[in-house]
């Protein structure tokens, strides 16, 4: 994974990166739930795989993370951009995913590719909200 402006991270911008990083190497439980507040909403903005879109709480989102090794071979999280306003943080990312298994029409071994805009709020330096707005590239 590899982060824009990495010199200087804030205190956020340093929790969202180990975040993402414990994400893209397959990270689940207690790995993944230590960065989350016990009360967390994730919104999954609507999009190709949730045309309705979705909001999880806290063990939801851990059993994302389990049903993920699954279904992924591997991840990479690029962070392009952030942009930070009190609790809040904006992060740009550029996503590949290679596939465990075949999804909407991709074989197993094949890639898959987003850009994702991610909004995270945070209480008592944990996430307690979590906005997903992905674009995934046509396949």
């Not at 879109?53 to 063990?59: A, M, N, P, V």
């Not at 059993?63 to 990479?76: I, L, T, Y």
């Not at 995913?97 to 991709?106: E, T």
């Amino acid at each position: 994974m590899s982060s824009a402006g990495t010199e200087t991270r804030s205190k956020y911008l340093q929790i969202a990166h180990d975040y993402v990083k414990a994400i893209e190497s397959g990270a689940t439980g207690e790995a993944v739930g230590r960065f989350l507040h016990p009360e967390i909403t994730h919104y999954d903005l609507p999009n190709r795989f949730n045309p309705s879109g979705k909001i999880s709480d806290r063990k939801a989102m851990q059993a994302a993370a389990e049903r993920g090794q699954k279904v992924m071979r591997s991840q990479k999280y690029d962070i392009l951009s952030s942009v930070e306003q009190g609790d809040v943080l904006v992060l740009e990312i550029d996503w590949i995913g290679k596939l465990a298994i075949s999804v909407a029409g991709i074989p197993a071994g094949g890639e898959m590719h987003a850009r994702i805009a991610t909004f995270l709020e945070f209480q008592d330096d944990l996430i307690i909200l979590q906005r997903d707005y992905v674009c995934y590239d046509p396949f």
